[in-house]
């Protein structure tokens, strides 16, 4: 069933496909200065899509101890809150949060708060996220607001965002000469799809017009 279809105000209550109808968000998880994604989740703005994230988040990355924490900043969804000590014992883990109240589409009061350990209030910053998320919506056509290209099923939407991490992670260089990947010292070379050319020749007798095409498949 093609359930990618309907809006969110059109999921009917007690819809036994809910949690996969509607509306879809992005949770992602990336590193300060290199924006290398290391993991994201697609789903409900739940608890659960969230825990989903940090699954993934804990097997990529360094396990955190209390003389080497990890540092992790978001805007103030409670989820997060929540989520995070059921992974990082709350001594491993310098937390704060940014939260923004806007009125009119303009941010009219911005708060920092310590939420876990120690973080210094002039780190806690979300400017990369938001600035990923940006990236995120100029490079692929169906996460542009209000957009007619909105993906309708939920494989097309984490095909998609799938091709992007490879893609940007590995490829696209962030600086003049390194990719996200190779900032983090996790490649020490850009990678490139593999192309093939293939030439194909149409000649139509009757008119005497011939075509040509030449045509690269990315494998």
């Not at 303009?106 to 780190?123: A, F, L, R």
């Not at 996460?143 to 290209?149: G, H, I, P, Q």
Request: with cysteine; glycine share 6%.
């Amino acid at each position: 069933m093609d359930i990618r279809k309907k809006k969110q105000k059109n999921v009917k209550p007690g819809s036994p496909n809910s949690d996969i109808e509607g509306d879809a968000w992005i949770f992602t998880f990336i590193t300060r200065g290199a924006y290398f994604i290391v993991a994201y989740e697609i789903g409900k703005r739940t608890k659960k899509t969230c825990e989903k994230l940090f699954e993934k988040v804990f097997d990529r990355i360094q396990l955190s101890f209390p003389d080497n924490k990890i540092e992790i900043f978001s805007d103030g969804h409670d989820d997060y809150t929540n989520t995070i000590p059921e992974y990082y014992a709350e001594t491993c883990v310098d937390y704060g949060q940014v939260i923004k109240i806007r009125e009119r589409g303009k941010i009219v009061v911005k708060t920092k708060k310590v939420i876990y350990g120690t973080p210094k209030i002039d780190e806690i910053e979300t400017t990369d996220i938001e600035n990923m998320n940006s990236i995120c919506r100029e490079r692929q056509g169906r996460l542009v607001r209000e957009t007619k290209c909105f993906s309708k099923k939920r494989a097309k939407l984490i095909n998609s965002f799938e091709l992007f991490n490879f893609y940007w992670n590995l490829m696209d260089k962030l600086t003049k000469t390194e990719t996200p990947a190779m900032l983090e010292g996790l490649a020490d070379h850009q990678s490139h799809f593999p192309q093939v050319s293939v030439k194909f020749y149409i000649f139509f007798p009757d008119c005497g017009y011939a075509y040509f095409w030449n045509i690269i498949f990315v494998l």
